[in-house]
């Protein structure tokens, strides 16, 4: 059995400090291990012990609103960490993306874009982009657009880059959006729809992110004609909402 350290007498004006070989520089002090870092800054964050201990991960989008905010920037203090080239944060968050945790594996991927703690690979990239994206991460969902429309670090496919853009839509994406407009008026990557090139027009419309007197939706309603026009407005508010309501159930 090991002994502990004696305690040595507390100084005057400084009550109650112990002093120990390692405090003292005479022992290293133990580093911990990256499930154990991972677990302490999961555990500071508020985020849920799957994250750190199981062995798959819950997906994102069926998470908790609360777990998933803690999970993301947990992984995300991770990533800056390690961006700098602290290798035992590399190393947790490497450990959490591997036991299935999807914002460690969107971070992880991020920092081998952007070659960060770790060699720039675009392979690893889209490879860590499309795990965290299976599991409904709104964020790698959206980079993944851009990933299948230049080809980076996969075999360069409108389709799936489309198909990547309506599920990061579906969750209120941004740039998915905005890209299913672009997709469905110019027939890339699906069959070419002015309703439905309207109906996503309309629905960023209404979230403030396109004026009303914009130009090209009025070039856009002038082509599909009044008929059509009214089809992707009403396909637009029953998006809103079906979205309004999913929102207050979570």
């Known amino acids: 059995m090991r002994h502990r350290d004696r305690p040595a007498a507390a100084r005057p004006g400084r009550p109650g400090r112990i002093i120990t070989l390692q ?33 798959t991960a819950s997906p994102a989008a069926g998470q908790p609103a609360s777990d998933r905010v803690a999970a993301e920037k947990a992984a995300t203090e991770l990533s800056r960490k390690a961006a700098t080239g602290d290798a035992a944060a590399l190393a947790a968050l490497t450990n959490g993306a591997e036991r299935g945790d999807a914002p460690c594996q969107f971070h992880l991927a991020t920092l081998y874009k952007d070659g960060l703690g770790v060699p720039r690979d675009d392979v690893l990239y889209a490879a860590w982009l499309i795990k965290a994206a299976d599991q ?32 990061a839509a ?34 960023l419309e209404s979230r403030g992110f396109v004026a009303k007197d914009d130009e090209f939706t009025r070039q856009m309603e002038m082509a599909a004609g009044v008929v059509q026009a009214e089809e992707g407005r009403a396909l637009a508010r029953e998006w809103l909402k079906a979205a309004s309501g999913a929102s207050r159930a979570r």
């Open 23 to 55: 405090s003292i520089g005479l022992l290293p002090v133990p580093r911990p291990t990256a499930a154990a870092l991972l677990a302490l800054v999961l555990a500071a964050a508020g985020a849920p012990t799957w994250a750190a201990q199981g062995t």
């Open 136 to 167: 409904g991460h709104a964020g790698a969902q959206s980079r993944l657009i851009g990933v299948y429309e230049e080809g980076k670090g996969v075999r360069q496919d409108d389709t799936l880059a489309a198909q990547w853009a309506r599920r």
């Open 170 to 203: 579906d969750q209120g994406e941004l740039a998915g959006q905005l890209a299913l407009v672009k997709d469905y008026y110019f027939g890339r990557g699906v069959a070419k729809s002015l309703v439905e090139a309207i109906k996503w027009q309309a629905i």
